[in-house]
């Protein structure tokens, strides 16, 4: 079955640090993949999301590529700031009116 | 923006008794919403999906008499958790896509999440 592997954390960076959260998934079709963002205290929303191979999904100084030939989606961030701490959650959707499938999350801890 | 509503965000509840959780879209039409559920570090678990007017699709596992799902209208879905028991307790998550077309490009919006603990 389909399925989303990513990094455990947590992940600990200081303020400017580059950032990259590993994530690869499987799957038996052609998904499309995101990432989401939980800030303390709220839910879950939308970071990037990329729907065919090579795309490159971008946000907030966030970026990932989908890798066909590696299965990977990973995030990445040139230089992470302490407003990023948060649990990172990385998805897939086989179809339209499907449900997310996510990766168990990565917390990401950004100190000044 | 669309917002998902979900109510209430916090419930503790004695072993034995029924919790209703309910989950609202505010400015759009949710066709589709689905329920998860989240274990401490781990990932979200995706529990049913829920259509309107029609019964709801259970994964795997998931006991349908024991979370039993109503999707009434267009903008609420509720679920009930039915005799809870303390390994109940988790963090339910709904979250709607907009029915507004676009398939799968259409936006799936999340609520806040209720944190459940059954003493």
């Known amino acids: 079955g389909n399925s989303v592997t990513q990094m455990e954390g947590p992940v600990t960076l200081s303020e400017e640090a580059f950032l990259t959260i590993n994530c690869t998934y499987t799957a038996t079709g052609y998904p499309s993949l995101f990432w989401y963002v939980q800030y303390p205290g709220e839910g879950l929303q939308l970071l990037l999301k990329a729907t065919k191979a090579d795309d490159k999904g971008s946000n907030k100084g966030f970026e990932a590529t989908y890798r066909k030939e590696t299965t990977s989606f990973h995030l990445e961030k040139g230089s992470v700031q302490v407003s990023d701490s948060a649990v990172y959650f990385c998805?897939?959707?086989?179809?339209?009116?499907?449900?997310?499938?996510f990766g168990k999350g990565t917390t990401l801890s950004v100190s000044s | 923006g669309a917002v998902v509503s979900q109510h209430p965000s916090r419930v503790i509840c004695k072993s034995g008794t029924s919790v209703k959780i309910e989950c609202r879209s505010l400015?759009?039409?949710?066709?589709?919403m689905f329920w998860y559920r989240q274990f401490p570090k781990q990932s979200l678990m995706l529990m049913a999906t829920?259509?309107?007017?029609?019964?709801?699709?259970?994964e795997q596992g998931v006991e349908k008499d024991k979370f039993l799902i109503n999707h009434a209208s267009l903008t609420l879905s509720t679920l009930t958790v039915t005799s809870a028991h303390p390994e109940d307790s988790s963090f339910y998550i709904c979250?709607?896509?907009?029915?507004?077309?676009?398939?799968?490009?259409?936006?799936?919006?999340f609520g806040n999440g209720t944190r459940l603990t059954v003493t």
């Open positions: 998805a897939l959707s086989e179809g339209a009116g499907t449900a997310l499938i």
């Open positions: 979250s709607a896509r907009d029915g507004g077309g676009g398939g799968i490009n259409s936006p799936l919006h």
């Open positions: 829920s259509n309107e007017g029609s019964k709801a699709t259970y």
């Open positions: 400015d759009f039409q949710a066709t589709t």
